[in-house]
Antibody, heavy 120, light 107 residues
Framework: QITLKESGPTLVKPTQTLTLTCTFS??????????VGWIRQPPGKALEWLALIYWNDDKRYSPSLKSRLTITKDTSKNQVVLTMTNMDPVDTATYYC????????????WGQGTLVTVSS | AIRMTQSPSSFSASTGDRVTITCRASQGISSYLAWYQQKPGKAPKLLIYAASTLQSGVPSRFSGSGSGTDFTLTISCLQSEDFATYYCQQYYSYLLTFGGGTKVEIK
């Protein structure tokens, strides 16, 4: 079965760079059409899509955060990494990674999420 | 970016009620719409994709309809486990967007 799990720091300081890793199993990111995305949710607020990487290394970013985000994949390790530069307290949120099925950009399997707090 | 507006933002209902949640897109998105359910402290769960296709394992009391700009999620007979927050998401544009959420509370 498909599983995903996010890992990374729980606390980062303002201006620092956040690096989150999504480690998955049950599928291959070399399978045509498949993607892995990142979505975040500030406490008590709505979901916000951040980025998506596809099997062919095509990448999509939220326009409002594009300058701060980088998404990469390591197919051999079954991992997707998201980096976000210049972190600010407003970036405090639970960050989720999720599987996107063949050629369809919705998310059918989600990780449990990881809460990242930005504070000095 | 395509803006997704859900209504209402929250409401109270009783077990057994038929409830409907609305999602409106700022431009036409054909049927490229998904619905998710989220319970406190948990990851979202996919309920419906392609506006009306039920994800495997989701109870048949959930249904979705609509195309273009107006969509609805209906729960035909609300169960205790259905009290949660529901989100729509468009994937017509490769710049994905979610609605603001609708919280279904116990009356």
């Amino acid at each position: 079965q498909i599983t995903l799990k996010e890992s990374g720091p729980t606390l980062v300081k303002p201006t620092q760079t956040l690096t989150l890793t999504c480690t998955f199993s049950g599928f291959s990111l070399s399978t045509s059409g498949v993607g892995v995305g990142w979505i975040r949710q500030p406490p008590g607020k709505a979901l916000e899509w951040l980025a998506l990487i596809y099997w062919n290394d095509d990448k999509r970013y939220s326009p409002s955060l594009k300058s701060r985000l980088t998404i990469t994949k390591d197919t051999s390790k079954n991992q997707v990494v998201l980096t976000m530069t210049n972190m600010d307290p407003v970036d405090t949120a639970t960050y989720y990674c999720a599987h996107s099925p063949k050629s369809a950009d919705y998310f059918d399997y989600w990780g449990q999420g990881t809460l990242v707090t930005v504070s000095s | 970016a395509i803006r997704m507006t859900q209504s209402p933002s929250s409401f109270s209902a009783s077990t057994g009620d038929r409830v409907t949640i609305t999602c409106r897109a700022s431009q036409g998105i054909s049927s490229y719409l998904a619905w998710y359910q989220q319970k406190p402290g948990k990851a979202p769960k996919l309920l419906i994709y392609a506006a009306s296709t039920l994800q495997s394992g989701v109870p048949s009391r959930f249904s979705g309809s609509g195309s273009g700009t107006d969509f609805t999620l209906t729960i035909s007979c609300l169960q205790s486990e259905d009290f949660a927050t529901y989100y729509c998401q468009q994937y017509y544009s490769y710049l994905l967007t979610f609605g603001g959420g609708t919280k279904v509370e116990i009356k």
